[in-house]
């Protein structure tokens, strides 16, 4: 299968074109050539006038589309939430458990395991958040499930997971050197989230195996002027990339800005998005546009990867251009795909969205495969 997606303004990732083509061959972007010295043999395909991007990679996604991961972790939730995420613009994700039972998180790491090895492309993995976290930060996490860390258990999960499980959110000051080490071999990204470490804390962390954070600002010790917290050694740590929910609730966009100025391409975009549910250990109700839980908590986001993109824009104030590299890119590099996902060059996949002037998804390509929204 080749073809040239024309008639549409792409934003590589690195430079944005008018007038050229994406050369899509299989499941590989072959190349971007100017459409006029495109060769009248290939098949071409009209973009409708779109904005083409590569397609959304969120690391951070619990549920959506009446599916919701995190309290039924099976095969066919990850079908659910990949055919939604696509809709909005994503082509790859990590469905993500938070602290749960030890039966919910082998669950989940199997589900995560089967759905990769049926082929399915667009999961990237399994992101445990948690149970290895401070109970002084749990956020709308279940107390009754945090964990203290153990070498058998952690090796348990990589066993079970098989490959899947690809990020894991622990707080630094109840993590062992052991427990990094361990998890590092395996090939698990660390993200330092639902803590209150002190920046010395945080800041040996970023030194000792962690290189990202979790939804900046939410569940984590503040920056303050004799106390600069974790906010403050993911600021001063140069290694150190962090998450961020671009919603204007779990963060003003003044924040999501400020942060922007600190860490540049170190700040990624993510969804936290969640589903409503009635049954299970996390119950989660849309309060507007947001989620809480039974008690009202702050539990998740109602965000597209497409939104937090557009929010950027409009509401923080950066180019598209570097907006879109916050949800393509810069996560890409936070699990070192960027050889391979983020950007439409020659040799990486064939992961487009396609979305007009007002920030509607009208169609993805996924591994080459080109589907209107309607």
């Excluded at 990202?212 to 993911?234: C, D, K, Q, W, Y």
Aim: hydrophobic fraction near 45%; charged fraction near 20%; glycine fraction near 10%.
């Amino acid at each position: 299968m080749s073809y040239l997606l024309t008639n549409c303004t792409i934003y590589s990732g690195t430079t944005v074109l008018h007038d050229h083509a994406v050369l899509i061959k299989g499941s590989h972007v072959a190349a971007i050539v100017p459409e006029v010295a495109a060769h009248a043999d290939i098949d071409r395909v009209d973009g409708r006038g779109c904005n083409v991007s590569p397609g959304f990679i969120d690391l951070q996604i619990y549920g959506g589309g009446g599916a919701l991961f995190s309290v039924d972790p099976t095969v066919e939730s990850l079908q659910k939430l990949q055919a939604y995420v696509r809709r909005h613009g994503t082509t790859s994700f990590q469905a993500t458990m938070p602290t749960n039972s030890p039966e919910m998180m082998r669950e989940a790491l199997q589900a995560g395991h089967d759905y990769q090895q049926a082929g399915y492309p667009s999961l990237l993995g399994i992101h445990l958040e948690g149970p290895y976290i401070n109970p002084v930060k749990k956020g709308a996490h279940q107390e009754e499930f945090i964990q203290q860390p153990a070498t058998d258990a952690v090796a348990e999960l990589l066993t079970i997971g098989k490959g899947a499980l690809r990020m894991m959110t622990l707080a630094p000051e109840v993590t062992t050197p052991e427990i990094v080490a361990l998890l590092r071999r395996a090939g698990v990204v660390l993200s330092a989230g639902h803590s209150n470490a002190t920046y010395a804390q945080g800041a040996a962390a970023f030194k000792g195996g962690f290189t990202t954070a979790t939804h900046l600002f939410n569940a984590m010790s503040a920056l303050e002027s004799r106390a600069p917290g974790l906010v403050g050694a993911i600021y001063d740590a140069d290694s150190a990339h962090a998450s961020i929910i671009a919603d204007g609730v779990h963060c003003d966009f003044a924040a999501v800005r400020i942060s922007h100025k600190m860490l540049g391409k170190r700040l990624f975009l993510i969804t936290d998005a969640v589903e409503a549910g009635t049954h299970g250990a996390y119950r989660f109700r849309r309060a507007e546009n947001r989620f809480v839980d039974e008690n009202g908590t702050l539990a998740g986001s109602a965000l597209s990867m497409m939104d937090a993109v557009r929010n950027c824009v409009q509401e923080v104030r950066l180019p598209l251009e570097e907006a879109l590299r916050m949800a393509t890119l810069y996560p890409a590099q936070v699990l070192a795909l960027d050889d391979e996902l983020g950007l439409i060059q020659p040799g990486y996949r064939a992961d487009l969205c396609l979305f007009n002037a007002d920030y509607e998804v009208q169609g993805t390509v996924l591994a080459g495969e080109l589907v209107w929204n309607g």
